[in-house]
């Protein structure tokens, strides 16, 4: 009886189970109801009395072995488990990353960069705040000019002079001033115009224009350019430009793109016609090229200029211009996949 209990010791004292399983097991056999253990005690009644004391130590013994045992490997077991802990349960699906995505206004105004970029424009940009000389004045829009009325203006306090720029050709301007041509160079930005809004209009909107100055820049120049744009932007290789006029540019054009008549929304968005009015251009005015001191009987350039929310809404089929402001993720969030 006492061998088989010092052969128990010894089982208990060699147990190294390292999973709950084989831990729980080990103490179902020497430590429940019954187990090795009760039945040892049991057998205590029928053990020769001169050896009862040794038996009686080596079982107790044995008891505390086995209780000491379970208890350390339990412990053991959980430190291991805090450690993984620390990398979480790397068989666990991961957590999804929400992906963001461009407002409708960047996408745009980058495809514009790219589609100019490719053909050698750089970008350049100006302050919002601007002053009369760069917005109106260099522009061939001397004071009392009636064309001014055609951007009503935001004025900075009572002082006249200081404005919130009407359109980005002010960027252009100060681009001559400090750049010799050749010149080619797209100027995106904010806009402001002291104007009700609408679904179609809005007092705080966005531009690209573009400038482009060399010696011999004809109109063909200008037409071959935005016809390569509108390929390039639309898909579409048909245009128009019907006659116009902006004061810092002459001969000046409004510029149409053919958008067909294939689908209720074209009918709609050209009013029955195919065609859609998508930019302005024109020849640099000379008196322009003057004010920023280039001479106007050596260079000649080409100008064009165009809303982004007007291109964006056609590209997306946006029916309200309100819509880009208002910072709605339901609205943003249709935008996800368009890179
Ligand atoms: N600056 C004009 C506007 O804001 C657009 C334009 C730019 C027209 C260049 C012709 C040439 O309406």
């Not at 009862?52 to 412990?75: H, I």
């Not at 957590?95 to 206004?105: A, K, M, N, Q, Y």
């Not at 251009?281 to 106007?296: Q, R, S, T, Y």
């Amino acid at each position: 009886m006492l061998d088989k209990v010092k052969e128990l010791i010894g089982e208990v004292t060699a147990f190294n189970g390292t999973t709950k399983d084989e831990i729980e097991t080990f103490r179902i056999k020497f430590l429940s109801k019954k187990g090795l253990l009760n039945d040892l005690f049991n057998e205590f009644k029928n053990v020769n009395p001169a050896e009862r004391k040794d038996f009686g130590q080596a079982l107790n013994t044995l008891k505390n072995l086995a209780q000491d045992k379970v208890n350390q490997l339990k412990d053991t077991l959980e430190n291991a488990s805090d450690q993984k802990g620390f990398y979480g349960d790397l068989t666990r699906p991961e957590e999804p990353i929400e992906l963001g995505s461009r407002h409708p206004i960047s996408l745009v105004r980058n495809k514009i960069i790219d589609v100019f970029s490719r053909i050698g424009f750089t970008v350049s940009e100006g302050p919002e705040i601007e002053d009369d000389w760069h917005n109106f004045t260099a522009l061939n829009l001397p004071e009392y000019h009636p064309a001014r009325d055609m951007q009503d203006t935001f004025f900075i306090e009572t002082n006249p002079d200081i404005l919130l720029r009407t359109h980005t050709s002010s960027v252009q301007v100060r681009y001559m001033e400090n750049n010799k041509p050749p010149i080619r160079t797209i100027s995106p930005g904010r806009v402001f115009r002291n104007e009700d809004i609408s679904a179609r209009a809005h007092c705080i909107f966005h531009q690209v224009e573009g400038l482009y100055i060399d010696t011999d820049v004809s109109f063909a120049d200008l037409k071959q350019t935005l016809l390569y744009f509108t390929k390039e932007m639309f898909g579409k290789s048909k245009i128009r430009l019907r006659p116009s006029y902006f004061p810092f540019t002459e001969p000046s054009a409004e510029v149409d793109i053919y958008w067909g008549l294939e689908t209720e929304t074209d009918y709609k968005i050209t009013k029955g016609t195919g065609w859609l009015e998508i930019m302005g251009c024109g020849m640099v005015d000379p008196n322009v090229l003057k004010n920023a001191n280039i001479d106007p009987e050596i260079y000649s350039g080409y100008a064009f200029g165009m809303g982004i929310e007007r291109i964006a809404m056609l590209l997306y089929q946006i029916p309200d211009i309100r819509m880009f402001y208002e910072n709605d993720v339901r609205f943003l969030e249709q935008f996800k996949s368009v890179l």
